[in-house]
Structure formats: C-alpha cells, structure tokens
C-alpha cells in the first residue's frame, strides 16, 4: 500500500468505492456496471484536475513522497553491472551518498547520488538522506576517478540537504561542499545532474554542478526548504506552504528561469506510481544528454560549465556617487 497525499484522498476514496463496488458485483451477481461506468469517469476527471493543476506546496509533497524512487531504485533500472565504491579514505563511509562505476547502454560511467532509505530503520542508517562531510568526499573521489578514466558523470541530487549537526560540521562540512562546487567545476568530462526529488540548498549544489541540469517534473531545488524559509521570514515553520508558493522552487518555475535545462515528465501521481516508467524516461534524457556532449573536448566542456552558470540571474554594478 502507498502512502496517500492529503489532496489525493478524495480520489483514493472514489476508487475505493469503485473497487467496493466491482467486488460486490463478483459475489453477488448484481449488475452495477452502469454505476461503476459513471463512477470510473468521475474518477479520471478528478484525476486529470488534481494532477494538471498541482499547487507548488503539492509538488513539495509529491517529491517528499516516502515511496519516492531513491537512487539505487534507479541506478538498479536504467544501468548495468554497477559496482559500488564506499570510504572517502580520510574518516570513513556515509550511506547517505552512493558512488560507483556502472555502463549505460555499454558505456562507462561514474555515478554519484543522494540515498534516502526506504523504510524508517533504512533512513536512520542512511541519515534521510543528508550527508557528512565524508559522503562528498566519497562523492569527490568517485568523480576525480571519473576525471582521470575520461568517464561521463552522472549526479541524482535528492536531499532535504546537508547534515546541520555539530559532528559534521567539525568535520568540515563547509569545506567538503566548497571543494566539489570548485572541483565539479574543472573536470573534463560531461557531467549531467538530475534532481529526482528534493534538491535542497548547498547540500545538493555540491552534486549539482553540471553540463546539463535535469529535473523531474514534481522535484524542487531551492536554497532553503518551504518550513525554514517560513520560520525566517515569519517566524512561523507552519507557514511553509506560503513560502514554496513565494519561493520558485519548481521544476516549472527554474525551467522558466533558465536555471536547469530540461524537465523530465513523471508517470501521473509522481514517479512512485510507475518507477519502471520513470527509469525510462530519466535514461532517454541521459543519453540524449550525452549524445549533446559527446563531441566536445574537456576545455570546452569547462567552458560550457563556466558559461552556463555565468548566465544564471542578471547582474550589476553600483557606483558610489562620492568616490
């Protein structure tokens, strides 16, 4: 059983109704298709209202969605013959990345990417998903590999962002973000991001550096979450819901603003309605991605990275009239 968004209950309730009524027919004998005929449809008009018309506030809670797809769901899907890599070989391991070394249809790749767990004990051993510093120097290394072999890189950011607590900022948690938005930066190998869920702040920017930004259609990427922006601005955490709406932190909204490059379409429901469906669709954008890519060297490859996040936002300057 899926766990149910509050704005889908009544249409999970209209099927369940449906499904009362066919199961009565079955046993009794009583003809109800009329009914159920009429019912059906009532059920896929609401369907096609709830979905085409999701509120910012909704996305949030479709990414968040606890059956969501997690990274080892996709890697499982879309690549062949992965092989996980654990340790950053400074302090230790962090489950809350996953890196390795896989073939997309036969060609060589890096992988790296958030892990959320699947089930509560899983989450807790994964830290729900936010890294420590050694998670993105696990991350880093992988991806230094990838530099050295000539390997594409291929990034799956979904974190509610990096782990706030005090043993990892000891640790350096600044610093192991800075240095993979520096390192990302310069490495000379196409590098394509897809934000699959919940892209959250400096957490995700740190695998967020790319060629080619993808997002899935009900995924968010924003500096802050909805419940702490709300908690700065009014001082209320209970206010998030006005906050995702103010904040632009769609993939709809940071397609329009010419922040990501392309956004990938989700079975109707979210991605956890249909993940094979997904997989497919996340490894059409990928190759397609790569197949872009392909033919530019490793310095125009950097250049297109610099020019690409030169673009983003407008900027000015301002003189001081008494200087």
Excluded at 20 to 38: A, H, P, V
Excluded at 222 to 238: Q, T
Excluded at 242 to 262: C, F, P, S, V
Aim: aromatic share 8%; proline share 5%; glycine share 8%.
């Amino acid at each position: 059983m899926m766990a149910d968004l509050p704005f889908e209950r009544p249409l999970i309730e209209l099927r369940k109704k449906i499904d009362e009524l066919k199961q009565f027919t079955k046993e009794k004998g009583i003809d109800f298709s009329e009914e159920i005929n009429r019912l059906e449809e009532k059920a896929r008009r609401l369907e096609e209202e709830i979905y085409s018309n999701l509120t910012p506030w909704q996305r949030v809670q479709i990414a968040r969605h606890p059956d969501r797809p997690t990274t080892l769901d996709y890697i499982s899907l879309i690549f062949e013959t992965f092989v996980e890599i654990h340790g950053d070989r400074l302090y230790g391991d962090d489950p809350a990345i996953v890196a390795g070394i896989a073939k997309l249809d036969g060609q060589p790749v890096t992988i790296v990417g958030h892990q959320k767990g699947k089930d509560t004990k899983d989450n807790i051993a994964r830290n729900f998903g936010m890294p420590h510093p050694e998670g993105y120097r696990k991350a880093l290394r992988a991806m230094q590999q990838a530099h050295k072999f000539s390997r594409p890189i291929i990034c799956f950011i979904d974190t509610p962002g990096a782990y706030p607590g005090k043993a990892a900022e000891e640790r350096g948690q600044s610093e192991a973000i800075a240095r993979n938005l520096r390192e990302m930066a310069r490495f000379e190998v196409p590098i394509i991001c897809v934000v699959t869920g919940e892209g959250g702040s400096g957490g995700a920017l740190a695998l967020g550096v790319g060629n080619r930004i993808y997002m899935l259609e009900n995924a968010i990427y924003s500096v802050i979450s909805p419940e702490g922006a709300a908690a700065l601005l009014w001082k209320d955490a209970g206010l998030a819901q006005r906050a995702a709406e103010t904040m632009k932190i769609t993939a709809q909204d940071l397609y329009e603003l010419k922040i990501i490059d392309d956004i990938i379409p989700e079975p109707r429901g979210g991605a956890h309605r249909n993940m094979q469906e997904q997989a497919k669709q996340i490894k059409a954008f990928l190759l397609k991605g790569l197949e872009e890519l392909q033919g530019l060297d490793g310095a125009a490859l950097v250049e297109q990275r610099y020019h690409k996040y030169k673009a983003i936002g407008e900027y000015g300057f301002v003189t001081d009239s008494n200087s």
